[in-house]
């Protein structure tokens, strides 16, 4: 857990831990990474609902150290690789929520690279089914090139874009079922952790 400085704004991510914690308008933390050691994949420590994959992925999603205090997650690439590494939480129930939500996360790297972009994408189901609906944010958002920042996302029509399915944005909000982090570099040279933790979601009343 850390003290952060910086809070990025900027348009969608992550979903519902519970449809009550949703109407409500609490925050809920979906994962701060407490409860996972570093002697093991955290994927392997909690299966069904952390994934890595891409081109680019090294490596597992390990345990480690946060500076601030407490745990983080660390996420190695490589971009000569390839250009793009995911991040996947799946949650355990389909979420409920109204556009305006916003979803947080702390991000940081081990190495600054100029270029580390990180999108974000939600879908309604696997995105690897044809009639999953998925949306992505519309700009890539650079990452920090010392200590952690707090990124948020406000998800509404203006900061995503639809690339998969027919669903409209509320409707995938109404049955939000996984929410991917998608990091990419376009330079293609270079290796770098990436230090994720504190993902949670911060949701509106709904009526």
């Keep these: 857990m850390n003290q952060l400085a910086v809070v990025t704004a900027i348009g969608l991510m992550f979903g519902a831990l519970s449809p009550v914690a949703a109407q409500s308008g609490a925050d809920v933390v979906i994962d701060d990474f407490e409860n996972y050691t570093s002697a093991e994949y955290v994927q392997n420590q909690d299966g069904a609902s952390w994934r890595r994959f891409g081109v680019a992925t090294v490596d597992g999603l390990y345990s480690v150290a946060n500076p601030s205090g407490g745990r983080a997650v660390s996420y190695a690439v490589n971009w000569a690789s390839g250009n793009a590494g995911y991040i996947r939480y799946t949650f355990p129930s389909a979420g409920h929520y109204a556009a305006g939500t916003t979803f947080s996360v702390d991000l940081a790297v081990t190495k600054p690279l100029s270029g580390t972009n990180v999108f974000l994408l939600l879908a309604d189901g696997e995105t690897s089914v044809a009639t999953t609906t998925a949306y992505r944010t519309r700009v890539g958002r650079e990452l920090p090139d010392t200590g952690f920042q707090t990124y948020e996302f406000i998800v509404n029509e203006r900061s995503v874009r639809r690339i998969s399915g027919g669903a409209s944005l509320q409707a995938v909000l109404d049955k939000l ?6 990091f990419s ?19 509106p009343r709904l009526p």
């Design 177 to 182: 079922a996984s929410v991917t982090l998608i």
């Design 185 to 203: 570099n376009a330079d293609g040279t270079g290796s770098q952790s990436i230090l994720l933790d504190n993902f949670k979601v911060i949701a």
